[in-house]
């Protein structure tokens, strides 16, 4: 019994099936009834009858990009947004509003959030939308563009709640990619089209800066002292293979010697040191030793 009433469930409408559903759409022309129609005939009579003057009442003009949504006794009229440019009205029984189709931006406000790994920051985001069906932004939903900002207001703060703080910080595209796909999806049955979403900004506690900026200096300062390590360290082989260069070859140290001198006295320097071989003074410590041993036999 279970299977057959699970199988006899109708599967949820998809968000492009939501979309097309326009309250009031459906037979507009029929249900009206008769004293509709006959209000719908009094308002063409009077329209004819104070013709020309009418028209300065009735003939309304909406901007290229501007759709004017038209309710005839109170219902949805047929044909959809009216626009851009002249359409008519008729007088008492006709009222239009206008929906503007250009892009419109909004600043998500800074939302307090705890990330995954339990840690508390601020965020804060800009969408980008624009009216994409105005006929469903006016019958579908009271007002589509506050209900757009407190959706984007929710999805940031439930987004973000998911992620750890270092995915926040160095994934902001995906994240924003993210973002605008859900609203975009869950805002089309409004006939709102979410075109970009943006994270603007991540403010974090003064005590968590603070030990990050610690640790990232720790970090650099460990790096630090292990480049200076491996510099020491080639620079020491780089010196024991000039050693035993100059000690196949004596006359590269007499050369090495002229050549520091040379760099010396280019500087203007009016004291010169001549540094003294190490053997040269070693053979006289071994004759004072040898002295003093004859001395104490």
Known sequence: MEEKMIAQTPPPASA????????????????IGIFGFLLTVMSWILVICTFPISLCIC??????????VIFR??????????????????????????????????????????????????????????????????????????????LAQTTLRNLLGTRNLHEILADRENISNSMQAYLDQATSSWGIQVERVEVKDVRLPIQLQRAMAAEA????????????AEGEHKA???????????????????LRYLQTLNTISAEKNSTIIFPLPIDFLQHFVDRSSNSQQQRAA
């Open 73 to 150: 006794l109170g219902r949805l009229l047929s044909g959809g947004a009216k626009g851009p440019g002249m359409f008519l009205t008729l007088p008492c029984i006709e009222t239009y509003t206008k929906v503007d189709l250009r892009t419109l931006t909004f600043d998500v406000p800074p939302q307090e959030i705890l990330t995954k790994d339990s840690v508390t920051a601020s965020v804060d985001a800009v969408v980008y939308y624009r009216v994409s069906n105005a006929t469903i932004s006016v019958a579908n939903v009271e007002n589509a563009h506050h209900s757009t900002r407190l």
């Open 59 to 68: 003939m309304k003009v909406v901007q290229e990009y501007e759709r004017a």
């Open 217 to 228: 200096e720790a970090a650099r300062e460990a790096r630090a002292k292990v480049i200076a």
């Open 16 to 31: 492009s099936q939501q979309a097309e559903v326009i309250i009031g759409a459906s037979n507009n022309e029929d249900g």
């Open 236 to 254: 020491s082989r780089a010196l024991k293979e000039a050693a035993e260069v100059m000690n196949e070859c004596p006359a590269a140290l007499q």
